[in-house]
Nanobody, 126 residues
Framework: QVDLREFGGGLVQPGASLRLECVST????????MGWFRQAPGKEREFVSA????????YYVDSVKGRFTISRDNTKNMMYLQMNSLKSEDTAVYYC???????????????????WGQGTQVTVSS
């Protein structure tokens, strides 16, 4: 069984940075593509970024390209999302998630992920 937990959310001003962390307590973390999603009030859950199991291939939604960077440390069962130049529209609950199938190619749809963290709130406001 894999459990995920996110850390690092908070309240920041526009233009600031935050780093989200996701820790996996199960095995085998290193064989799964991992992703970050977010959900703003009144909106559907949205794909943000994903990183394949090898750490080689990444994908970002257009709205965060050039500002967010996803990474992982398979030796620590950790995944990260460095968020720079934050905007008010980045305000949401951020979730980390594990893809269902091991060694699978990177997927964007939330239905391809079977394990989710509890979420961490990111609020960008002046």
């Amino acid at each position: 069984q894999v459990d995920l937990r996110e850390f690092g959310g908070g309240l920041v001003q526009p233009g600031a940075s935050l780093r989200l962390e996701c820790v996996s307590t199960g095995r085998p973390f290193s064989t799964y593509t991992m992703g970050w999603f977010r959900q703003a009030p009144g909106k559907e859950r949205e794909f943000v970024s994903a990183l394949d199991y090898s750490g080689t291939n990444t994908y970002y939604v257009d709205s965060v390209k050039g500002r967010f960077t996803i990474s992982r440390d398979n030796t620590k069962n950790m995944m990260y999302l460095q968020m720079n130049s934050l905007k008010s529209e980045d305000t949401a609950v951020y979730y980390c998630a594990k893809q269902t199938k091991p060694f699978d190619s990177l997927q964007l749809g939330p239905d391809q992920y079977d394990t989710w963290g509890q979420g961490t709130q990111v609020t960008v406001s002046s």
